[in-house]
Nanobody, 118 residues
Framework: QLQASGGGTVQAGGSLRLSCAAS????????MGWFRQAPGKERDFVSK????????YYADSVKGRFTISRDNAKNTVYLQMNNLKPEDTAVYYC?????????????WGQGTQVTVSS
């Protein structure tokens, strides 16, 4: 089970840090990722991180502004979001999969709303 938190409303240029806490003892076995879905749009990939945390990937739209990390001791993955823009407004979902994080990932969090005002 994944529990996402940390969303909120910020002004453009501000920062937020999302957290996704996982239950269970096998967190380190999962590739973790973040996706987002804006109103009326499809769910899109944002970022992902491998099991050890040593390899990360980002969508071009967030590269250089967002940082994904994980703490395997705390069963938690984070998404640090800096220099937020109004187009970052969306519901953000964390995902976990034993093989690869995609829209078909095995597990999903409930989503946390991020709203960026101009």
């Amino acid at each position: 089970q994944l529990q996402a938190s940390g969303g909120g409303t910020v002004q453009a240029g501000g920062s937020l840090r999302l957290s996704c806490a996982a239950s269970g003892r096998t967190f380190i076995s999962y590739v973790m990722g973040w996706f987002r879905q804006a109103p009326g749009k499809e769910r899109d990939f944002v970022s992902k991180i491998n099991r050890s945390g040593g390899t990360t990937y980002y969508a071009d739209s967030v590269k250089g502004r967002f940082t994904i990390s994980r703490d395997n001791a705390k069963n938690t993955v984070y998404l640090q979001m800096n220099n937020l823009k109004p187009e970052d407004t969306a519901v953000y979902y964390c995902a976990a999969d034993p093989v690869v994080v995609t829209l078909g990932s095995a597990y999903w969090g409930q989503g946390t709303q991020v709203t960026v005002s101009s």
